[in-house]
């Protein structure tokens, strides 16, 4: 199949090369000619998948109408702050044949207007409907499925008929897709995940130890939940790979950048200084405001989210914070 993917990042590329072992295709949508240069000479990002080196097949413009023709399959990778601005682009390049099955590896809500990335996708391309697009996320760090590192992930529609297509497109012997119809607890996963790893880095950052951060996973997973509850999810979703699976890998791994905000912040640097070193986004730091935006319109709490926007946004500090947090009014684990 012919593949377009919108967005040269990490994460993009990687998906990029599962696509061409599966036999597919692939071309790439960037702004950035200097991307372009850089991709089509080196074959590699040295800045963000240093040592992985990408097919030679691989073409790269920034003509999206051109980088979408003949499109069978569009996948969207790009910064969740982003996605509108892009999606608008995409919307002025509708095909005239078949509508192809649009992927969004993107996690996030949008910042100001508390929107997943499907439904920022379905605002700004009015020529999509539910059945087009999938949404793509698990815990998968590019920084290993780039070198084939058995990994597993979710592709979530409310037409199952559309995830088992992107699941027989994207699954082989070192990524293994399963899928389900529960689109708003997937997304809801992704995106507020990033959040708690900011917590969790500060934990590390603090040199808090493993009880630490268990519990910080686990009700951060209640609150994901509990959101999710509230806007129409499906409760078994966030024990699922989508849910604690990323979450589990989010908050630990070495290669979370959302993780290694937390740790500096925890070390007592501020936002401005991380923000000012760091080559590549840190999706949870946006999030973070969309996320407390999202659960105070519909009247859900979430301490752990909450406290995180006090540390970043507000400049108290995590000490002060953590203390806030245990000395919460005590309450049954059921609630």
């Given at each position: 199949m012919?593949?377009?993917?919108?967005?040269?990042g990490?994460?993009?590329?990687?998906?990029?090369?599962?696509?061409?072992?599966?036999?597919?295709?692939?071309?790439?949508?960037?702004?950035?000619?200097?991307?372009?240069?850089?991709?089509?000479?080196?074959?590699?990002?040295?800045?963000?998948?240093?040592?992985?080196?990408?097919?030679?097949?691989?073409?790269?413009t920034?003509d999206?109408?051109?980088?979408l023709?003949?499109?069978?399959?569009?996948?969207?990778?790009?910064?969740?702050?982003?996605?509108?601005?892009?999606?608008?682009e995409?919307?002025?390049?509708?095909?005239?044949?078949?509508?192809?099955?649009?992927?969004?590896?993107?996690?996030?809500?949008l910042?100001?207007?508390?929107?997943?990335?499907?439904?920022?996708l379905f605002?700004?391309?009015?020529?999509?409907?539910?059945?087009?697009?999938?949404?793509?996320?698990?815990?998968?760090?590019?920084?290993?499925?780039?070198?084939?590192?058995?990994?597993?992930?979710?592709?979530?529609c409310?037409?199952?008929?559309?995830?088992?297509?992107?699941?027989?497109?994207?699954?082989?012997n070192?990524l293994?897709?399963y899928?389900?119809?529960?689109?708003?607890?997937?997304?809801?996963c992704?995106?507020?995940?990033?959040?708690?790893?900011?917590?969790?880095?500060?934990?590390y950052?603090?040199?808090?130890?493993?009880?630490?951060?268990?519990?910080?996973?686990?009700?951060?997973?209640?609150?994901?939940?509990?959101?999710?509850r509230?806007?129409?999810?499906?409760?078994?979703?966030?024990?699922?790979?989508a849910?604690?699976?990323?979450l589990?890998?989010?908050?630990l791994?070495q290669?979370?950048?959302?993780r290694?905000?937390?740790?500096?912040?925890?070390?007592?640097?501020?936002?401005e200084?991380?923000?000012?070193?760091?080559?590549m986004?840190?999706?949870?730091?946006?999030?973070?405001?969309?996320?407390?935006?999202?659960?105070?319109?519909?009247?859900?709490?979430?301490?752990?989210?909450?406290?995180?926007?006090?540390?970043?946004?507000?400049?108290?500090?995590?000490?002060?914070?953590?203390?806030?947090l245990?000395?919460?009014?005590?309450?049954?684990?059921?609630?």
């Amino acid at each position: 199949m012919n593949v377009t993917i919108i967005g040269t990042g990490g994460w993009g590329l990687t998906l990029g090369q599962v696509l061409f072992d599966n036999g597919h295709q692939v071309s790439f949508w960037t702004f950035s000619q200097k991307e372009v240069d850089l991709l089509s000479t080196e074959h590699q990002y040295k800045d963000k998948l240093p040592g992985v080196i990408f097919p030679e097949s691989f073409t790269y413009t920034t003509d999206m109408k051109k980088s979408l023709a003949g499109a069978e399959v569009v996948l969207f990778v790009v910064p969740s702050q982003f996605m509108g601005n892009v999606a608008k682009e995409f919307a002025k390049c509708k095909p005239e044949g078949q509508i192809p099955l649009v992927v969004c590896a993107t996690k996030g809500i949008l910042e100001g207007t508390n929107q997943r990335m499907s439904e920022v996708l379905f605002e700004n391309v009015p020529w999509l409907s539910s059945e087009h697009v999938v949404t793509l996320s698990g815990p998968t760090h590019a920084e290993e499925v780039s070198r084939r590192v058995y990994t597993t992930i979710v592709a979530a529609c409310p037409h199952e008929a559309s995830a088992q297509k992107v699941q027989q497109l994207m699954s082989n012997n070192y990524l293994r897709v399963y899928t389900s119809t529960d689109q708003v607890g997937v997304e809801l996963c992704g995106a507020i995940k990033n959040v708690i790893a900011i917590a969790s880095g500060v934990l590390y950052g603090i040199g808090a130890g493993d009880n630490t951060r268990a519990a910080l996973i686990t009700r951060g997973q209640a609150e994901i939940c509990r959101l999710g509850r509230a806007l129409g999810a499906n409760p078994r979703t966030f024990a699922g790979l989508a849910g604690m699976g990323d979450l589990i890998v989010t908050c630990l791994s070495q290669h979370s950048r959302n993780r290694y905000v937390g740790e500096c912040i925890g070390k007592g640097e501020t936002l401005e200084q991380i923000m000012g070193h760091m080559t590549m986004i840190a999706e949870g730091v946006p999030t973070c405001k969309s996320a407390k935006a999202l659960a105070d319109s519909v009247h859900v709490e979430l301490p752990i989210v909450n406290a995180v926007y006090e540390v970043l946004f507000n400049n108290k500090k995590p000490a002060d914070i953590i203390e806030m947090l245990m000395l919460r009014d005590l309450k049954s684990e059921e609630e």
